[in-house]
T-cell receptor, first 113, second 115 residues
Framework: QQQVKQSPQSLIVQKGGIPIINCAYE??????FPWYQQFPGKGPALLIA?????SEKKEGRFTISFNKSAKQFSLHIMDSQPGDSATYFC????????????FGKGTTLSVSS | GAVVSQHPSRVICKSGTSVKIECRSL??????MFWYRQFPKQSLMLMAT?????????EQGVEKDKFLINHASLTLSTLTVTSAHPEDSSFYIC???????????FGSGTQLSVL
């Protein structure tokens, strides 16, 4: 119940493409869903996050789509660039300050120029 | 965003020695900090929750006597890997929340290599 399932494991797109990464969860107590970007040898950086009261959130080229009934959420990266090549993690938490996050297994994205 | 500083970024030690990793919240106070462990090309696994002024809470399977956590102030938590062995080699990452919202910010990580 604590798992967050993420797919695909890896993804290759051409510059300008729109990679989509999907995540699913079981625990209905989760109500905070962030996405993190991680470069090799660095800690994860918060990209964008969503709560279940909205179905979509956009920040720059990053968009989260959320389907509460299906317990699924996804990250879309518009106009992808080679600099977006990184590992992306979805996560879920109880949404309260001071609570830990449970992470998906990660998706390695490669954007070719 | 809030800044979490982690030091050192890389450490190489001999088997049997102890290694201390520091995690500081630079521009906010953190009542709670979290320690994660990450193996190459794998996800982040929560090791323990560090609470200021009290004992840490460890996840199932994490040896509390091997991974000592001290959260002595609202801006500093330390993880000490005691009597390190090669299987402890990993990327350790701390995280903290400003406390007024749910956002969690991560340090830059520490790559531990035990020879």
């Amino acid at each position: 119940q604590q798992q967050v399932k993420q797919s695909p494991q890896s993804l290759i797109v051409q510059k300008g493409g729109i990679p989509i990464i999907n995540c699913a969860y079981e625990n209905t107590a989760f109500d905070y869903f962030p996405w993190y970007q991680q470069f090799p040898g660095k800690g994860p950086a918060l990209l964008i996050a969503i709560r279940p009261d909205v179905s979509e959130k956009k920040e720059g080229r990053f968009t989260i789509s959320f389907n509460k009934s299906a317990k699924q959420f996804s990250l879309h990266i518009m106009d992808s660039q080679p600099g977006d090549s990184a590992t992306y993690f979805c996560a879920a938490g109880a949404g309260q300050a001071g609570t830990a996050l449970i992470f998906g297994k990660g998706t390695t994205l490669s954007v070719s120029s | 965003g809030a800044v979490v500083s982690q030091h050192p970024s890389r450490v190489i030690c001999k088997s049997g020695t102890s290694v201390k990793i520091e995690c500081r919240s630079l521009d906010f106070q953190a009542t709670t900090m979290f320690w994660y462990r990450q193996f190459p090309k794998q996800s982040l696994m929560l090791m323990a929750t560090s609470n200021e002024g009290s004992k840490a809470t460890y996840e199932q399977g994490v040896e509390k006597d091997k991974f000592l956590i001290n959260h002595a102030s609202l801006t500093l938590s330390t993880l000490t890997v005691t009597s390190a062995h090669p299987e402890d080699s990993s990327f350790y990452i701390c995280s903290a929340s400003p406390g007024y919202n749910e956002k969690l910010f991560f340090g830059s990580g520490t790559q531990l290599s035990v020879l």
